[in-house]
């Protein structure tokens, strides 16, 4: 068995080596945080640039501290539980996915973000923030994604309403914020975790440069861990996925799989599909099922022209 310890070298005490997580990494100087919240600034060992491991902000790695004013070494990076290219972060549990009444929600981004979830094996929560104006989806459409076992959540970063479900839902977990331009992000962050993120048209338009260069970095607080990813919204097409992979990452499909009538069915209008009739019947939602249709005829093109 190779538990994480052992495959460092250092079973039993350690070997000397400390616990933690990396919260930033700026140039080639990383910090990382024990579990009793103290700080240590680090280097990376030559080794790791031949193994081609760079490592993340959300890694947890084994360290030594430095000596006084000197830096540390990261030791040992522990195996990852994901890992994101854009913004690049390892080891997120929980995609929180932001909508709001405005700007008008853009589900095809959301199936998007969560089809890239559920390919990395996060769960995923949809938080419809700004409940104080009216809801950023219809109850069919939130019916919809709690079908594709999405947990959905009601909130207002103004009010505070939902937050304390928010807050109990994020525990435990090492989360990320996605969702579009002004859906709230900034300002829930703000009002969960007391901290003082530019919100906003104006701030955001002058600080868009700056941020979107700047690294992931882990907030640890109240016990909670969310990435600060500013300009993490950007997606680009998958080059490397075979279209008829999309359909796995339609969780709700699942139970209607293999019933189709072609075997290779990919659920696109082919005669004989379960998933259409199980969409016909409230089983599967039929917008979801719509967005799938619409994503999977771009993945086949990004197929196609993959090697051009
Ligand atoms: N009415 C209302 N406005 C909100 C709420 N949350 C955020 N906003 C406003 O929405 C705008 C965009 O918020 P921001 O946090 O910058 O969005 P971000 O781009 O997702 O980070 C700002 O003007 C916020 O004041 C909310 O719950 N209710
Ligand atoms: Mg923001
Ligand atoms: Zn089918």
Known sequence: MSNPAEQAGNAGDGGGFRRGTLIRGIGSFYTAMDDDGACYTLRCK????????????????????????????????????????RPPVANVTLLIVVLAPVPEPDLLLAD?????AAAQDLRVLLVLN???????????????YRIAGLDVLSVSAKT?????ELREAMRGELCCFTGQSGAGKSTLL?????????????????SRGKNTTRSAELIVRDGLRVMDTAGFSLLEPERDLPPEK???????????EGRCRFRECLHDREPGCAVQEAADLGGVGASRLARYRILLSEARETWRERYD
């Open 112 to 116: 998007r973000l969560i089809s890239r």
């Open 46 to 85: 030559k080794k790791f640039r031949r193994l081609g491991l760079t490592p993340l902000t959300g890694d947890t790695v084994l360290f030594t501290p430095g000596e006084g004013e000197d830096h540390g070494w990261i030791e040992e990076i522990l195996p990852r539980r994901s890992v994101c290219l």
């Open 246 to 256: 999309l359909r796995e990452r339609w969780s709700e499909f699942r139970p209607y």
């Open 160 to 164: 505070g309403t939902g937050l304390s």
């Open 190 to 206: 703000n009002a969960l975790l007391d901290l003082d993120l530019e919100t906003g048209d104006i701030s955001r338009k002058i």
């Open 130 to 144: 700004k409940a104080d104006l009216a809801p950023a989806i219809s109850p069919r459409e939130a019916e919809e």
